[in-house]
């Protein structure tokens, strides 16, 4: 199911349930990608961290980043979906 996120913290979150579907701990997926644990947190929560990185967590996770134009929902409207 394809999913939006407009926010770091929206993101971070969307990271954090496709790890838990996993039933992956932070220092697995870290392990998987060669990062510490820390850098997973960071992720997940939201603080600023590479884009190198970021792209590491999403294929470990079997995901992908698609751009395309923003929809009209409000970020509120976004935000209830979590």
Not at 22 to 47: F, N, P
């Amino acid at each position: 199911m394809e999913q939006v996120a407009r926010t770091a913290t929206q993101l971070g979150n969307l990271l954090r349930r496709r790890r838990t579907e996993l039933r992956l701990s932070q220092g697995e997926l870290a392990s998987r990608i060669g990062l510490r644990q820390s850098t997973i947190s960071a992720l997940e929560t939201s603080a600023t961290v590479r884009t190198a990185t970021l792209l590491s967590a999403l294929a470990a996770l079997d995901l992908e980043m698609v751009l395309r134009p923003r929809t009209k929902a409000s970020a509120k409207d976004i935000e209830a979906l979590f």
